[in-house]
């Protein structure tokens, strides 16, 4: 009885909750998208980039309230079944996969219209009494809408006998919901990971650096040269040649996969983002680096060494490409801390950078960060060596 009972509050939750959702997506149409458009206060592809496909998660919504409205008006504990309705939503729902992409291009758009837009600003300013949470807190409701698709889902199968006709297919939808909401959040961070490398790059104001090409392979450092070649996909690369200098970046490696932490997929093709820091040099081939100041961004694949232009304005200068295979680091734990560094140091067959924690910054380094970096180290010297056996 208990278990029929918290079947039918969810159910209701199920409904009370879809109709809140699909009356704010109407609000956000109505309060919003349709007055900035006759209004004329955005440009046709900045409205397109805000609003995205917003009528169409309206009509989807109010399909799906519809659906579960008649279940609902009409429940039978024993015989009614919800988990249909999610298994015919769930193709549907990809339609919010290309919302969240959108979104984080649309948080970018938003801050630029607020600087350069004073129509904008000022329709926004005229609607913060009656919408308090903002324009933007409203158009995540659609992302947010699927993980508690997800816990609504969980919470009905807890609660339904395993011999109910609605069991198998609830977890069913399930399934389907949750490739959704894996899918939603993996295009997310692919998106901010593109714009995070958009923006390091426009920062080196005086190269030409270009982080998006990700399909790009580096050769060793040849003996009398401190120079690397920096390859594109389309170079051709001496696969014997190669072999031959790889061991000066793979030190020899006698392990599975489990020991580098990772599975049997390939090394990715996309370029992330993994960390940035201030370092000074304190080794060097070159013994006018001594004691210079270096800015370090660390990638999956590369680490770029930078010399600070402009610590206000964010400005480098390119100082050196490294492939993250040949880079090695160090942490110095604080005493009694599982969590944080204190400082580390960042080696190199050129250099070695020292980065110390200090009073100034607003937490010491953390080592989950630092673990990150040093795994995706043994990732790439893993599948480096593996390419030239």
């Not at 290309?98 to 329709?123: D, I, M, P």
């Not at 199968?157 to 006709?165: A, G, L, P, V």
């Not at 893993?382 to 056996?389: A, N, R």
Request: glycine content about 4%; some cysteine; aromatic content about 8%.
């Amino acid at each position: 009885l208990f278990r029929s009972s918290e079947r039918t509050l969810i159910a209701k939750e199920l409904l009370s909750s879809e109709e809140t959702y699909c009356d704010s997506l109407i609000e956000i149409n109505e309060e919003f998208a349709l007055p900035l458009k006759e209004q004329s206060i955005l440009l046709p592809e900045e409205h397109n980039q805000l609003f995205g496909s917003l009528s169409s998660l309206i009509a989807l919504s109010e399909d799906f309230r519809r659906r579960l409205r008649e279940r609902v008006n009409f429940w039978d504990e024993d015989e009614t079944k919800i988990g249909d309705i999610f298994l015919n939503l769930a193709p549907l729902l990809k339609l919010i996969i290309s919302f969240a992409v959108g979104h984080t291009n649309a948080n970018q758009l938003f801050t630029k219209l607020r600087l350069t837009n004073e129509k904008f600003v000022s329709f926004l300013s005229s609607k913060e009494e009656k919408h308090s949470v903002g324009l933007m807190g409203l158009l995540i409701c659609p992302i947010q809408r699927v993980p508690r698709y997800v816990l609504l889902l969980k919470e009905c199968i807890k609660h339904t006998d395993e011999n109910h006709q609605d069991f198998a297919v609830l977890n069913l939808a399930l399934a389907e919901v949750q490739k959704i909401a894996t899918d939603i959040n993996e295009n997310i961070r692919r998106v901010e990971n593109e714009l995070q490398l958009i923006s390091i790059g426009k920062s080196f104001t005086q190269d030409d650096v270009n982080l998006l090409n990700s399909n790009r392979q580096f050769a060793s450092r040849k003996a009398k040269s401190s120079s690397r070649l920096f390859l594109k996909e389309r170079d051709k690369i001496d696969s014997k040649k190669l072999k031959k200098t790889a061991s000066f970046c793979v030190p020899e490696f006698c392990g599975t996969n489990e020991d580098v932490g990772i599975g049997s997929e390939n090394l990715s093709d996309t370029r992330k983002y993994i960390w940035e820091v201030a370092t000074s040099v304190v080794e060097a081939d070159d013994a006018k680096e001594l004691g210079d100041s270096r800015h370090l961004f660390i990638f999956n694949d590369l680490v770029l060494v930078a010399q600070t232009l402009s610590n206000t304005k964010k400005q480098y200068k390119l100082r050196r490409k490294i492939p993250l295979c040949q880079v090695w680091i160090e942490e110095k734990r604080l005493d009694g801390a599982d969590t944080l560094c204190s400082g580390l140091s960042v080696g190199s067959p050129f250099a070695m950078y020292k980065a110390v924690a200090s009073d100034s910054e607003s937490e010491p380094i953390k080592l989950r960060t630092v673990e990150n970096v040093q795994k995706a180290i043994r990732k790439q010297k893993y599948f480096l060596e593996k390419t030239v056996s």
